[in-house]
């Protein structure tokens, strides 16, 4: 589903990625993980070409998208949820759901508020709330929904779990493990290993804009030595 290949980018004359290369396929979550300013964020703005690269491939179901606009790599059905969230805070849940959507597309899952709501109740409690009145966890919700509203086939997701609370972030994994029932291809960016392990099937881990280790996540937790040298804190 999605294909990365040799991405190298720069914020000015600084490198920040360095030759990365992995591949996430429909109905599989893969987790980049990294500590902070690894180069995970800077990996999913490239891909929705908000970053330039400057060599290497990006291909999205095959086609390549690394010329592409970010508009026009979002109306393809690659969805971003970013880690700023940035939804509309003066609209309600309702409104910002509608500025999200976009029309069915062939061989993605079709999602409407109502089917949104069984995946979110806070959301449907909340619907006619202004974003800005509900909480970080509340607000993150709401993020991913309004991107499902575009019915991607593949979505990045980066730092979902981040600053909010414990019974969200269990909401959040119930979440991810039905988007990958749904056939979607997830790329996930996390620094949080077990909120990782609990949904992941693969990880790649970047270390200063490089891929250090590509893998099942059996296979990292049996490697307590990678995570030692590459998330440990």
Known sequence: MLEIQGINAFYGQAQVLQDISFQVGAGEVVALLGRNGAGKSTTMKTLM??????????????????????????????????????????????????????????????????????????????????????????????????????????????EPSEGIAPVIVEQMAKTIQALKKEGLAVLLSEQNLHFAKLVSDRAVIIEKGEVRYQGTIRELEEKPEIRDAYLAV
Request: proline content about 6%.
């Open 49 to 158: 070409g908000m970053v330039n690269s400057t060599a290497g491939d990006i291909r999205f179901q095959g086609t390549p998208i690394k010329a592409l606009p970010t508009h026009r790599i979002c109306q393809m059905g690659l969805g971003y949820v970013p880690e700023d969230r940035r939804i509309f805070s003066d609209l309600t849940v309702l409104e910002n759901l509608e500025v999200g959507k976009q029309k069915p597309r062939d061989g993605a899952p079709v999602w409407e508020a109502e089917k949104l709501f069984e995946l979110f109740p806070n959301l449907k409690e909340r619907k006619n709330n202004a974003g800005g009145q509900m909480s970080g966890g509340e607000q993150q919700m709401l993020s991913i929904a309004r991107t499902l509203m575009g019915n991607p086939r593949a979505i990045l997701l980066d």
